[in-house]
């Protein structure tokens, strides 16, 4: 038997139920299991069949693929964005240094670059593929 546990019923909904239950000649329980079942006896069980699957739908269909094999088509190369993300703190704590020197840039590049290389972080022409703007740039009347 399944059992049901219910701590937010207010406590005038309990003194009521104890009510009818006395009135019914019942336990508490009974009582409430009565009213759980003339409230859902007119409710269907919720079967595949009467959600308009056909008879037998799942038994037949799972594990019974008949045709050509199913093929993963290749993926992209796994790229661990914690690099990624390491490497943007770091500019960004790098030019935040330097916001008020003249050289700022310079230095911050030169840091930038120690810093790459102390934490052997690697980039590759594919990490900058597309990246760059190939246009011919904006028209300009003279």
């Known amino acids: 038997m399944s059992q049901i546990i219910l701590e937010t019923v207010k406590p005038v909904v309990v003194e009521k139920l104890r009510h009818l239950?006395?009135?019914?000649?019942?336990?508490?329980?009974?009582?409430?299991?009565?009213?759980?079942?003339?409230?859902?006896?007119?409710e269907p069980i919720a079967t595949p069949k009467n959600r308009g699957w056909s008879a037998g739908f799942f038994e037949d269909?799972?594990?019974?693929?008949?045709?050509?094999?199913?093929?993963?088509?290749?993926?992209?190369?796994?790229i661990d964005?914690?690099?990624?993300l390491k490497a943007n703190d770091l500019i960004a704590d790098l030019l935040e240094e330097d916001k008020t020197s003249t050289t700022a840039f310079w230095a911050a590049t030169l840091r930038f670059r120690q810093k790459i290389q102390q934490e052997n972080i690697v980039?590759?022409?594919?990490d900058f593929?597309?990246?760059?703007?190939?246009?011919?740039?904006?028209e300009v009347e003279l």
């Open 21 to 42: 239950a006395q009135r019914h000649q019942r336990s508490l329980e009974a009582e409430i299991t009565a009213i759980l079942e003339r409230a859902t006896e007119n």
């Open 61 to 78: 269909v799972i594990g019974g693929w008949e045709g050509e094999p199913l093929v993963r088509e290749p993926q992209p190369e796994y």
């Open 81 to 84: 964005a914690n690099e990624l």
């Open 123 to 126: 980039f590759t022409d594919e």
């Open 129 to 138: 593929a597309g990246l760059r703007d190939r246009s011919v740039g904006r």
